[in-house]
């Protein structure tokens, strides 16, 4: 139950709250896929996982599928240094934050 405020009155401080992790992943738009190999499979990269690191700053992972198609493994790609790239990261964070403000409580 919520005070008229909106706050838990079963939380005394939401500040000692520890959250150890947020992390969203992002569908990467088809012009800005790349490719990359690793083992000696090609794969390509169609998905990223962006985490929110303690000091306020961001980390980005990339996945995709092997390009020869089948499973593969669930490897982890660094993200190319590319403006387009980060600005992709930069918007996905933003939305994120909107969305989680503005959670409506558990289902």
């Given at each position: 139950m919520t005070d008229p405020?909106?706050?838990?009155?079963?939380v005394a401080d939401e500040a000692a709250v520890e959250v150890t992790a947020l992390?969203?992943?992002v569908v990467i738009p088809e012009h800005l896929r790349w490719t990359d190999t690793r083992r000696g499979?090609?794969?390509?990269?169609?998905?990223?996982n962006v985490r929110l690191l303690p000091d306020g700053r961001l980390a980005a992972?990339?996945?995709?599928?092997?390009?020869?198609?089948?499973r593969g493994t669930y490897v982890s790609f660094p993200v190319p240094d590319r403006p387009e790239l980060t600005a992709l990261v930069d918007a996905a964070a933003r939305r994120a934050g909107a969305l989680?403000?503005?959670?409506?409580?558990l289902g």
């Open positions: 405020t909106g706050a838990d009155p079963t992390a969203i992943n499979e090609e794969f390509r990269l169609m998905t990223l992972k990339a996945y995709g599928r092997p390009i020869a198609g089948g989680w403000a503005a959670h409506r409580g």
